[in-house]
């Protein structure tokens, strides 16, 4: 996990608060700079003691992508994996960084392809509006894969379903002949989307819970849900 110095000591208290299911693996180094990684690990015996290994940037409160491409440049990895999203196309690692790391021969896995459902739940009016132009009608889920199966750069997208619904919706969509085909007009309204949600939620979340537990007992991305709602559907209680 790599952190920036100034919030070093913040993380490492947040992550032993951490409920243990959260934390996915039973060790995790938490680094200021990859050389405080192989401080960790024996840079030379790295790739005998791991058959795979790989970066993972949903944790990493790197923030930049500057920081993203220094990480990958400091080891041979073999994939990594990373948050992306046509509202986060400029968040984290972003594009530049699918495309960095494709061109350094990595394979690249794409997690929060709907945003924790934020880009297909409960669609704002102004950003329906800007849907209903197209041309071909979607459902939101499959301008959101197509935008992503449009980059080949992309090998896996990780979508969490809660329904048979769903996933029947998900295979249906990406087993589409034309999956990853979008004309320029379908790329701007994409653009047009991706600006309009960016305008109207004030913070960024995709409810991944990775902040919880919190120390003052608040449900973070609760609130931070109802506020980013009380400003998307414009100050309206009704």
Known sequence: LFVRPSIYDTVCDWYERMDTVQKHRKE????????????????????????????????????????????????PWEFCQIQLNYM???????VQGLKYAAEKGLS??????????????????????????????????????????????????????????????????LSSDDINELAPDEKELINRVSDEYNRLIKYSCTGCKYCMPCPQKLDIPRIIGYYNDWNVYEQNPS
């Not at 938490?30 to 970066?55: H, L, M, R």
């Not at 986060?88 to 972003?94: E, I, P, S, W």
């Not at 197209?134 to 969490?160: Q, Y």
Request: charged share 25%; hydrophobic share 40%; aromatic share 14%.
């Open 28 to 75: 995790t180094a938490i680094c200021k700079s990859p050389e405080d990684f192989w401080n960790i690990f024996n840079k030379d015996k790295f790739g005998a003691q791991y058959t795979t290994f790989y970066f993972d940037d949903r944790l990493a409160l790197t923030d930049t992508f500057e920081f993203f491409k220094e990480v990958l440049d400091d080891y």
């Open 88 to 94: 986060d196309k400029d968040h984290q690692a972003g």
């Open 108 to 173: 690249v896995i794409i997690m929060e392809p709907l945003k924790g459902g934020r880009l297909t739940d409960a669609v704002p009016p102004t950003v329906q509006k800007l849907w209903d132009e197209a041309g071909t009608k979607r459902t939101p889920a499959e301008w959101a894969f197509r935008w992503l199966a449009n980059m080949p750069e992309v090998t896996v997208m990780l979508s969490g379903m809660s329904s048979m619904e769903q996933l029947s919706a998900n295979i249906d969509t």
